[in-house]
């Protein structure tokens, strides 16, 4: 009889073992999935954030598309120099004092950034879209090799404004259509946005 209640006693001290070792790997598993749900929510508010960055770079493509149009009809020799001041280079050339935006290193410098533009618009002040809290500045570069008027031997020439081309410029036949058989230089605005949490996005967008 002392027998079966010894034997009884260890067993009971066994199961108990048991039941810790168990509730040891539950809380383990919980402690797993909380930090991978965790992680998994951080992963998705940075793409989040990353996304919101890139929208916000469109405003800056857009004034730096509008400061091209303005100068292109004011004084179309101003597009042959540089004007730091706009974040403008005439060249996309290193040798000629354009920065080399094809490199990751000098792309994310903050002294690259130094003469550049900022995005104006509604909702922005001072470069800064309001909605966003998002900082927003662009450098223009025209593809071509030297500070002289745009020709062939020189620049990456857009098409002419003929027909129905990237330009969605009706034909002529349509009658009103304006056309123009100059050809363009194409221009690369690069664009940095700053947004929450030190988020950086950069995007590239060729016009002519």
Known sequence: MKDQVVKLRKQRGVVLFIALIALVVMSLAAVAL?????????IAGNLALKHSALVSSDRGVETAINWLEAQAVANPESLYVDNLAQGYY???LPVEGSPDLDSAAVLKTDATWAAAGYATGDGIV???????GSSIRFIIQRMCRDNVAPANNICLLGDPEIGNGSKKVVPGDLGGAEINTQQSPIYRITTRVIGVKNTVSYAQTYVY
Do not use: K, L, P
């Open 90 to 92: 005439a060249t996309f």
């Open 34 to 42: 909380i930090r991978s749900v965790d992680t998994n929510t951080m």
């Open 126 to 132: 001072g470069g800064t879209e309001s909605s966003s």
